[in-house]
């Protein structure tokens, strides 16, 4: 069965800076689709950005970009230049092709100082 | 372009009522997924749903039934509801590389 493993339950940063948030995952599968997630706190999940399993480059959305590393497999968040509203629990998550299993971590609170 | 919608928001129950959150989406999804959330945690599977007519149970499926009659609806089912069964619950639908997209979810409270 796949796992997500979120090994930060917490995180922190000051505005402008840089953090990055761990994911890694286990799948005995090659084909697969890995997710952000964040949820504020309205409750409501917002997909972050999101990562093919067979694309080799690393996806990015302006502020946020992940370093997928399939081999290894371990798929991280960087957040670039920080804003308060960035203040949220983010999920990592995995689907597996067929979509039968989508799979959450447990989650890291990241919270934004000025 | 609505997404996927769940009513009600808020719902309180007395101890082994029994209740039907609805969920819809018009995205064409064949994919649908009922989660519950704990408070400081993640996201539990409790039931998915390939298409309409075909559902399997996820993690947490016992005291819930679900049903797929369209590709649109996919109502999850609460019989004799418990303490334990407090939580906020996410109905989503997917569409494999477009990742899944959520409701609003409901917060459950048994009393």
């Known amino acids: 069965a796949q796992t997500v493993t979120q090994s930060q339950p917490e995180m922190s940063v000051q505005e402008a800076e840089t953090v990055t948030l761990s994911c890694t995952y286990d799948?005995?599968?090659?084909?697969?689709?890995l997710f952000w997630y964040k949820q504020p706190p309205s409750r409501q999940m917002i997909l972050v950005i999101r990562?093919?399993?067979?694309?080799?480059q690393n996806a990015t959305e302006n502020r946020f970009s992940v370093n997928f590393q399939k081999a290894a497999k371990s798929f991280s968040l960087k957040i670039s230049d920080s804003q308060l509203g960035d203040a949220a629990m983010y999920f990592c998550a995995y689907l597996n092709q067929a979509g039968t299993a989508l799979i959450f971590g447990k989650g890291t609170t990241l919270s934004v100082s000025s | 372009n609505a997404g996927v919608t769940q009513t009600p928001k808020f719902r309180i129950l007395k101890i082994g009522q029994s209740m039907t959150l609805q969920c819809t989406q018009d995205m064409n999804h064949n994919y649908m997924y009922w989660y519950r959330q704990d408070p400081g945690m993640g996201l539990k599977l409790i039931y998915y749903?390939?298409?309409?007519?075909?559902?399997d149970k996820g993690e947490v499926p016992n005291g819930y039934n679900v049903s797929r009659s369209t590709t649109e609806d996919f109502p999850l089912r609460l019989e004799l509801a418990a303490p334990s069964q407090t939580s906020v619950y996410f109905c989503?639908?997917?569409?494999?590389?477009?990742?899944?997209?959520f409701g609003q979810g409901t917060r459950l409270t048994v009393v």
């Open positions: 799948t005995s599968e090659s084909d697969y689709y």
């Open positions: 749903s390939v298409g309409a007519g075909i559902t």
């Open positions: 990562q093919e399993a067979y694309k080799q």
């Open positions: 989503a639908s997917s569409y494999g590389p477009e990742g899944a997209f």
